[in-house]
């Protein structure tokens, strides 16, 4: 069912390809205005079908496929164009395949599976989101390097963390 949060979530499913044409062409404070605005619907999204009481399967799925497109799309390019070190986007984009990995043995299996985010996974979204607004910022604005090797580490170390945890609660439910 296609509900408002479904709508926000295709919306930015569908804003990765244009935040990779803003990168590419170098239109810095577009691509980062398009961030900003598909992080904020991330969190509108999932508000809304709670207060809405609109929670889907389609919503459960196109919600963290969204974000995942979003967020590949913006490590890879970014490392690509040398704005953040592509170790940062290696991690971060390893962790997702790993968990999308996860998620097809999970159906491929028929083990029932339900999606919920840990704190770990919810305070790693904020780490990787603000990487990027902070990094193309700084393309825009004077960079503060104290911030952005903080945020280099911070989501570097949350990534590892919440995969750790990820794979650890995927082969307790697999082995149930």
């Known amino acids: 069912m296609l509900n408002l949060p ?3 979530s295709l919306a930015r499913l569908l804003s990765a390809p244009l935040l990779i044409i803003f990168l590419i062409n170098q239109f810095y404070a577009w691509a980062l205005f398009l961030f900003i605005a598909a992080s904020l619907s991330d969190a509108v999204d999932g508000l809304l079908a709670r207060l809405l009481q609109q929670r889907t399967l389609l919503g459960a799925y196109l919600d963290p496929a969204a974000d995942k497109l979003l967020s590949a799309s913006a490590y890879i390019t970014l490392a690509i164009l040398n704005i953040l070190p592509a170790w940062v986007a290696v991690i971060v984009v390893s962790r997702d395949i790993i968990i999308c990995l996860g998620l097809f043995i999970f159906l491929f299996t028929s083990h ?60 307790k439910i697999f082995n149930q």
């Open 6 to 8: 479904n709508l926000l």
């Open 112 to 171: 029932g599976l339900e999606i919920k985010p840990s704190l770990a996974s919810k305070i790693t979204t904020i780490f990787q989101f603000n990487t990027v607004i902070f990094g193309l910022y700084f393309q825009i604005k004077p960079p503060w390097p104290f911030l952005l090797d903080f945020l280099f580490t911070g989501t570097a170390f949350m990534t590892v963390i919440s995969g750790f945890q990820y794979i650890l609660k995927g082969i």
